[in-house]
T-cell receptor, first 113, second 114 residues
Framework: AQTIHQWPVAEIKAVGSPLSLGCTIK??????LYWYWQATGGTLQQLFY??????VESVVQLNLSASRPKDDQFILSTEKLLLSHSGFYLC????????????FGEGSRLIVV | KTQVEQSPQSLVVRQGENCVLQ??????????LRWFKQDTGKGLVSLTV?????DKTSNGRYSATLDKDAKHSTLHITATLLDDTATYIC?????????????FGAGTQLIVIP
């Protein structure tokens, strides 16, 4: 069975500090990977997607970057956090051959102070 | 401009009652529509996906319909349970591949009381 794991579960960070959020998918090779962001009480927005190792496409940047260093790993990061980065970050995956099937991780909650 | 509108914004029902959630959208093309359940502070869990014109799906106490002509979907929850308390999110995909965009509604917050 496939599993998706996000880390950290929650984090409080200072404005201007760096951030790294991770996502790992086990049990599925070459998944499509996605990052989504949800402001508190807001609507989910797609940030990035990746269909293969080393390739990441940006949908909405929000002064964030993403990388896929391994087939099963997707990293979201920034060198300098802004207050507006606070929210809930969700990683998701879909099988390569099916773009309308989507599985979400449990999310990482970020509070920037 | 919001392309996926959900109503009502929030809803309170008593345990055991049925409820209906609405989703209207303007996304074009509309390849598929999916309903998700999101518990507070948690990830999204897929309830059902609708693909074809006039699709109807059923997943236990959840059933959904899609009218692509009207660009409208409904999610029915029968015999609600306390655990159904959550936000229900309607998502429209413009393609059936990773290259497509997903358009999210703001969700309907359902509260089930004893």
């Amino acid at each position: 069975a496939q599993t998706i794991h996000q880390w950290p579960v929650a984090e409080i960070k200072a404005v201007g500090s760096p951030l790294s959020l991770g996502c790992t998918i086990k049990g599925k090779s070459s998944p499509n990977l996605y990052w989504y962001w949800q402001a508190t009480g807001g609507t989910l927005q797609q940030l990035f997607y990746s269909i293969t190792v080393g390739q990441v496409e940006s949908v909405v940047q929000l002064n964030l970057s993403a990388s896929r260093p391994k087939d099963d790993q997707f990293i979201l990061s920034t060198e300098k956090l802004l207050l507006s980065h606070s929210g809930f970050y969700l990683c998701a995956w879909s099988p390569t051959d099916s773009g309308n099937t989507l599985y979400f991780g449990e999310g990482s909650r970020l509070i920037v102070v | 401009k919001t392309q996926v509108e959900q109503s009502p914004q929030s809803l309170v029902v008593r345990q055991g009652e049925n409820c209906v959630l609405q989703c209207n959208y303007s996304v074009t093309p509309d390849n598929h529509l999916r309903w998700f359940k999101q518990d507070t502070g948690k990830g999204l869990v897929s309830l059902t996906v609708l693909v074809h014109e006039n699709d109807k799906t059923s997943n236990g106490r959840y059933s959904a319909t899609l009218d692509k002509d009207a660009k409208h979907s409904t999610l029915h929850i029968t015999a609600t349970l306390l655990d159904d308390t959550a936000t229900y999110i309607c998502v429209v995909g413009d393609r059936g591949s990773a290259l497509g965009r997903l358009h999210f509604g703001a969700g309907t917050q359902l509260i089930v009381i004893p």
